[in-house]
Structure formats: structure tokens, C-alpha cells
């Protein structure tokens, strides 16, 4: 039997998602939440959202993390305890790139349904498996780009496993794509590249 190198990645909570660093996750979530609203953001990292909120009037949002990333954030290990929170007690959730780091994102989904108003919202993002890199990935290598065996990515969500089960428990008002990532690379050329893809299920 082959034997594989053992390999324990970083927590990546310290650098804020795509989604939140270019500022698409500020703009769904001004789309969907009132600044009175009850807040809560899991998986908040270093409070990068939370600080983008605030800065826009909202401050009644609450930070759960699973890491010691800040000693003011709720410490919740998610997707195995329950969210301290009463039932129907929030107008809303986020969980920016943080499903995909999960061994069970639907005890969340269902944890998510209890702890929310009847009226609420839960808005999250998730790496696209069927971007283009990535099927190009898996036709020549056997691989998905970002579940590959350096990150700590574990759980693949497409379109449709989001609407069977997180369907399940709420109803899926919008789903979209964007901040299209051709490949890890930094520069003008790819930056000019990315922005002029569409925002679609391909990019």
C-alpha cells in the first residue's frame, strides 16, 4: 500500500476571503440585512467582515470562530456543537468561505434554521468546483484546483448539493457567482483578465 506524507494544514482564517476582501460579500449583505438587524458571522477569521460592517452602520454583529484568531469572538467548534444562540433569535447569518473547511456544513445549515427568524437570511460563499481551471484540473490531472491535498479545503460544494440540502432547510432565494479567480496569480494582466469574465457558473 503507497504511503502518503502526513499533512496538517493552517488554519486560513487569518487572511479574509476573496468574497470579503473584494468587497462582494459587504455588497450582498447591505442587499439583504437592515442596520437594527441581529447579526451573526461564523467563521470570522480576524474580524475582517466584521469590520467592513461596522464601518457601514452595522453594529450589532457577532463573531464565531473555531480558532483563537481573537479572544472577543464566540469559540464554536462548527458543525459538531451547537451555536450558542436561542431559537429564532437573529435576522441574520454569514459564513463567508467557511463551509468548505467542514466536515459537516449541514448541521450548520441546520443549526442556522433554529437560531433564525422565521424572516432571516443565512448568506455564505463557497469555492465554484465547477469553475473552468477546475474542470480543465480534472480532465488532465484527477483533481479538483481547490481541494487538492495543501489546503484545508474538505467539503465540495456544487450548485445542486446546495439546493437539495440547504433546500432542505431554508428556502434558496439567489444563488451567484463572482469574484471569478482564473489562478493564483497576482498581477495587472490577470486582474484585467478576471474582471472581464463573466460572473457565471464557468468563471
Known amino acids: ?5 502526513s499533512f496538517t494544514p493552517a488554519p486560513t482564517g487569518e487572511h479574509p476571503s476573496v468574497c470579503v476582501s473584494s468587497g462582494a460579500a459587504l455588497t450582498l449583505a447591505k442587499k439583504y440585512f437592515s ?9 470570522c477569521g480576524t474580524k475582517a467582515f466584521m469590520r467592513q460592517m461596522a464601518k457601514n ?12 484568531y481573537d479572544s472577543s469572538v464566540l469559540r464554536v467548534n462548527l458543525g459538531y456543537e451547537p451555536l450558542p444562540f436561542a431559537d429564532n433569535s437573529l435576522n441574520g447569518v454569514t459564513a463567508w468561505e467557511v463551509l468548505e473547511h467542514l466536515e459537516n456544513p449541514y448541521q450548520v445549515a441546520r443549526e442556522v434554521k433554529r ?3 422565521p424572516s432571516g437570511y443565512f448568506l455564505f460563499s463557497v469555492p465554484n468546483p465547477c469553475h473552468i481551471q477546475s474542470r480543465f484540473d480534472m480532465l488532465f490531472k484527477g483533481s479538483l484546483t481547490r481541494w487538492s491535498d495543501t489546503n484545508d479545503h474538505i467539503t465540495v460544494l456544487t450548485e445542486e448539493i446546495v439546493r437539495k440540502k440547504f433546500g432542505a432547510e431554508m428556502v434558496v432565494c439567489e444563488i ?3 469574484a471569478s479567480m482564473l489562478a493564483p496569480i497576482k498581477g495587472r494582466i490577470m486582474g484585467k483578465i478576471n474582471r472581464s469574465l463573466p460572473a457565471n457558473r464557468l468563471f
Open 1 to 5: 500500500m503507497e504511503n502518503f506524507p
Open 35 to 43: 442596520r437594527n438587524d441581529k447579526l451573526v458571522d461564523l467563521g
Open 57 to 68: 452602520g452595522y453594529h450589532d454583529l457577532v463573531g464565531v470562530e473555531g480558532y483563537p
Open 115 to 117: 437560531i433564525l427568524k
Open 176 to 178: 451567484s457567482y463572482g
